[in-house]
């Protein structure tokens, strides 16, 4: 078993940042594929971010791509996902998620067995 805990959510203004963690326990965490993803009220559960084991390898949606950073420190258990210029339309629940072996693609959320709980950003404008 895995356990995610996602912090560093809030409410920021456009053109803001935040940088969001999300500590792993219970599993070796450089094992573990990690992932980023959100959801807004009403709408579906979407892929925001994925880094590899080492780190070296790491994959964003078009939505994100130059304005978000995910990162990983396997010293310190701990994903992270940096965000800057930020806009409202990126208002939602933020979700870590991990798996040991995807068993689909890195964007999809069905890939992942293990979640976080989210962590709240909000965008005003």
């Known amino acids: 078993q895995v356990q995610l805990v996602e912090s560093g959510g809030g409410l920021v203004q456009a053109g803001g940042s935040l940088r969001l963690s999300c500590a792993a326990s219970?599993?070796?965490?450089?094992?573990?594929?990690m992932g980023w993803f959100r959801q807004a009220p009403g709408k579906e559960r979407e892929f925001v971010a994925s880094?590899?084991?080492?780190?070296?390898?790491?994959h964003y949606a078009d939505s994100v791509k130059g304005r978000f950073t995910i990162s990983r420190d396997n010293a310190k258990n701990t994903v992270y996902l940096q965000m800057n210029s930020l806009k409202p339309e990126d208002t939602a629940a933020y979700y870590c998620a991990a798996d040991r072996d995807l068993s689909g693609p890195y964007y999809s959320k069905s890939a992942y067995e293990y979640w976080g709980q989210g962590t709240q950003v909000t965008v005003s404008s």
């Open positions: 880094v590899s084991w080492s780190g070296s390898i790491a």
């Open positions: 219970g599993r070796t965490f450089s094992n573990l594929l």
